[in-house]
């Protein structure tokens, strides 16, 4: 490594605050001169379409990989649940860091909760997996696409757009905005996407001794658990598009993992919903244990439910 480690990060004010804590962690445990370097990304650009519509959430990664690529940095900080779940040859994701509550936070300036809400309201998100879940419980609810940073979400429901609005809980409390949240959900009612909550570190493949140090900051019980529910997504083809949830929690040594999967065009059609335990001990036993909750979906009749690729 140079003498300075350069960290390759979004400019959004959360994506800020993760590549910080990144460095100043770095700084603190190993020594490091870390600097950050801030960069725009196609999923920041393109605001007026769902991320569905335009290449999914890989759109936030891949100016940061190619700085990578080009040696302009040396790792770059994401929010575990925008990394695609297979990277690009000559990178890997070196570390998972604990993770922040991974619920989703409902926030609304009118409303209690998802049940306080009047017939027909308006929620706001552009997230399929919180869509059809959202609908699973009220159908009766008009749901409109939400894009943006997290100030610009906040905003956009300040100025009257919404209803309500669903987030992800992490991203309000690492921004010291919890009190926006009226509440949250329990993860039965809107299981949480892969990986959220977490934090994901990615260096190029060959930086062996980045990888070597980098390995002693993984929290491994998040680890196991974003490793399994990952491994759920990339069983049932996660580069495409899909309404799929998966959500693993520990409790006394063993991994339970929730999956559910809705229609990719029928979001009204019920979920499919399926739950594996296990005690995986590495990474290899955590990948097993999500392909078997992707294949209990298959059986349950997901091939109907796919998005065609």
């Excluded at 879940?133 to 009220?138: F, G, I, S, T």
């Amino acid at each position: 490594m140079s003498s300075n480690t350069i960290i390759a990060t979004r400019e959004s004010r959360l994506a800020l605050w993760q590549a910080e804590h990144v460095r100043d962690v770095l700084t603190a445990r190993f020594g490091l001169a870390v600097e950050l370097l801030g960069m725009t990304t196609k999923g920041d650009q393109i605001l007026d379409r769902a991320l569905s519509k335009v290449g999914g959430k890989g759109l936030f990664v891949k100016e940061l990989e190619t700085a990578l690529e080009e040696g302009r940095a040396h790792l770059a900080v994401h929010s575990l649940k925008d990394v695609p779940m297979d990277l690009p040859s000559g990178f890997a994701l070196a570390a998972i860091w604990e993770r922040e509550d991974p619920r989703d936070a409902w926030v609304s300036n009118k409303y209690e909760n998802l049940d306080a809400l009047p017939q027909g309201a308006c929620v706001g998100t552009s997230s399929l997996r919180r869509v059809v879940q959202l609908l699973a419980h009220r159908p009766d609810l008009k749901i409109e696409p939400l894009r943006g940073n997290l100030d610009t979400r906040l905003r956009k429901l300040d100025e009257g757009g919404y209803d309500a609005i669903v987030l992800a809980a992490a991203g309000l409390k690492r921004l010291g905005l919890g009190a926006r949240i009226r509440s949250l959900f329990d993860t039965a009612l809107m299981i949480p996407a892969a990986g959220q909550g977490a934090l994901g570190i990615e260096i190029r493949e060959d930086d062996a001794r980045l990888r070597e140090l980098l390995a002693q900051t993984i929290h491994q019980p998040t680890f196991l658990a974003c490793h399994a529910e990952r491994a759920v997504s990339r069983s049932l083809g996660g580069s495409c598009s899909m309404p799929l949830a998966a959500f693993g929690h520990w409790n006394d040594g063993v991994l339970t993992i929730d999956a559910a999967l809705g229609h990719s065009t029928e979001l009204t059609r019920p979920l499919i919903k399926v739950r594996v335990t296990g005690t995986p001990t590495d990474e290899a036993s955590a990948r097993a244990l999500g392909e078997h909750a992707a294949a209990l979906l298959r059986e349950a009749g997901a091939g109907d439910y796919l998005p065609a690729c």
